[in-house]
């Protein structure tokens, strides 16, 4: 769990791209199923999404090794 941690705090647009993924496709995600799979009706999700996309895209980007200011 740790080095997934890391891996999303350290690469926001691949942990963006796979949440986006997980939400939409009914090939590799809940896609048509996601109220059923998550509990969560689809227009709060995509408001839910919506945030996550502009706090991930607007988040500094920070590689493995890196020190923050």
């Given amino acids: 769990m740790r080095k ?3 891996a999303c705090h350290a ?3 691949r942990t963006l791209l796979a949440t986006e993924l997980v939400f939409v496709s009914d090939v ?3 896609g048509t199923d996601w109220e059923t799979t998550t509990g969560i009706r689809d227009a ?3 408001r839910l ?3 996550l996309q502009r706090k991930i895209v607007s988040a500094p980007r920070v ?3 890196e020190q923050t200011q």
């Fill in 11 to 13: 690469f926001p647009p």
């Fill in 28 to 30: 590799v995600g809940s």
């Fill in 4 to 6: 997934t941690a890391v």
């Fill in 44 to 46: 709060d999700a995509l």
């Fill in 63 to 65: 590689l493995p090794g």
């Fill in 49 to 51: 999404l919506r945030s």
